[in-house]
């Protein structure tokens, strides 16, 4: 069975019609490593997109996958009020489950950043090496970040403080400004998001876990 393709890179190469060398020239790099770039072997890092975008004749975002596949994400239960557990029950009372379909992709994409926690400052929302996954939103898209955990942009805003900030965001006192409550210190009051939000999209737990599996990936070949 084949498997779908984790980038545009080969789709985009062919139609240009590229051999593996010859983008390998392109870009300074061995045939092997666009092979494994293409069959996600290796991370496509934004450095590989521009790269790879540049030598192809497209924006380096092209390059990534444009559309997520949705999978089933199967439910076994609900937490309620007070943070009670309930499993879900057919109708002669056997175990249940719902299933929803999530556009779920842990991949490289042209809107989505992977961040490490790097402290327990954030307990108990996140501890270290915690990996959160945020996806860029505009300003316009107030309804989907207004009450959530989001990363936001305070370079170009009136309260600029030359970084980026991961809080809730509430609505503040003037319409088209809004609070950001920090995670872990005192809110920042009044701010804009004129240069973009990213919101929480998900997050990976238990850092032995996701980190012994990081630690079976192929390391990236230099390229000459």
């Given at each position: 069975?084949?498997?779908?393709?984790?980038n545009?890179?080969?789709?985009i190469?062919?139609?240009?019609?590229?051999?593996?060398?010859?983008?390998?020239?392109a870009?300074?790099?061995?045939?092997?490593?666009?092979?494994?770039?293409?069959?996600?072997?290796?991370?496509l890092?934004?450095e590989?997109?521009?790269?790879?975008?540049?030598?192809?004749?497209?924006?380096e975002f092209q390059?990534?996958?444009?559309?997520m596949?949705?999978k089933?994400?199967?439910?076994?239960?609900?937490?309620?009020?007070?943070?009670?557990?309930?499993?879900y029950?057919?109708?002669?009372?056997?175990e249940?489950?719902?299933?929803?379909?999530?556009?779920?992709d842990?991949?490289?994409?042209a809107n989505?950043?992977?961040?490490?926690?790097?402290?327990?400052?954030?307990?108990?929302?996140?501890?270290?090496?915690?990996?959160?996954?945020?996806e860029?939103?505009?300003?316009r898209?107030?309804d989907?970040?207004?009450?959530?955990?989001?990363?936001?942009?305070?370079?170009?805003?009136?309260?600029?403080?030359?970084?980026?900030?991961?809080?809730?965001?509430?609505?503040g006192?003037k319409k088209?400004?809004y609070?950001?409550?920090?995670?872990?210190?005192a809110?920042?009051?009044?701010?804009?998001v004129?240069?973009?939000?990213a919101?929480?999209t998900?997050?990976?737990?238990?850092?032995?876990?996701w980190?012994?599996?990081?630690?079976?990936?192929?390391?990236?070949?230099?390229?000459?």
């Amino acid at each position: 069975m084949t498997s779908e393709p984790p980038n545009r890179i080969a789709e985009i190469r062919k139609k240009k019609g590229m051999t593996q060398q010859a983008l390998a020239d392109a870009v300074g790099a061995h045939w092997i490593t666009i092979s494994k770039l293409e069959r996600g072997k290796l991370p496509l890092s934004f450095e590989w997109a521009e790269k790879l975008g540049s030598a192809l004749g497209v924006g380096e975002f092209q390059v990534f996958k444009e559309v997520m596949s949705a999978k089933p994400v199967f439910i076994d239960g609900i937490i309620t009020e007070g943070g009670r557990a309930h499993f879900y029950k057919d109708e002669a009372g056997k175990e249940d489950f719902d299933a929803i379909q999530v556009e779920l992709d842990l991949g490289k994409r042209a809107n989505t950043v992977w961040f490490e926690i790097d402290n327990d400052g954030f307990f108990p929302f996140f501890q270290t090496h915690d990996l959160i996954q945020v996806e860029w939103l505009t300003s316009r898209d107030s309804d989907l970040f207004i009450n959530r955990l989001c990363l936001v942009d305070l370079r170009d805003s009136d309260k600029d403080t030359g970084d980026l900030r991961l809080g809730f965001i509430v609505n503040g006192t003037k319409k088209g400004f809004y609070n950001l409550n920090i995670l872990s210190g005192a809110p920042i009051k009044d701010v804009q998001v004129n240069s973009g939000v990213a919101v929480v999209t998900m997050a990976l737990f238990n850092p032995a876990v996701w980190r012994g599996k990081a630690d079976n990936l192929e390391p990236i070949e230099p390229t000459t």
